[in-house]
């Protein structure tokens, strides 16, 4: 697993890869320190996936940690792909898109915050979780900041 960041505009992104699919029992990290505290900001899980992903849809649990240790868990779904399989998202051979987490978030305290994400997928049939989720190619997260139009 490979982990980058960057900023773009008014969007700090920070993004991890799989070469072999995105393990369920391993939570990707994402560390970050944000720009402003006290000021609503946009956050965006990004999500690329390939024609490999067997599913049309995705379950995602989130774990935020705030500096002094408080975490907000959320279980996430979004849909992935049309009713007839075609897929949602950007991009030829590799879909990325850009899901919704949290609107107007507030960071309320100064420090390093931690996102624990992963993947919360299972067969219909069956209680346990799928290992490894094939298809999924990267996971990021996009922290954007709010822009005033005057």
Known sequence: MAIASCSLGNE??????????WQQDNPTTFTFTPSQVDTPMNLFLYLRNNDSYPFANIHIITELE??????VVDTLSYRLAQPNGEWLGE?????????????????SVVGEY?????????????????????????????????????
């Open 12 to 21: 700090s992104l920070y993004f991890s890869s799989f070469s072999d699919g």
């Open 114 to 150: 931690h996102l624990h994400v992963r993947p919360a997928m299972r067969h219909n049939e069956k209680a346990n979780p799928i290992s490894v989720l094939k298809g999924i190619t990267d996971v990021g997260l996009g922290i954007e900041q709010i822009t005033v139009k005057e």
């Open 66 to 71: 705030d500096p002094l240790g408080h975490q």
């Open 91 to 107: 991009g030829l051979l590799v879909k990325e898109s850009k899901l919704w987490y949290k609107e107007k978030h507030v960071f």
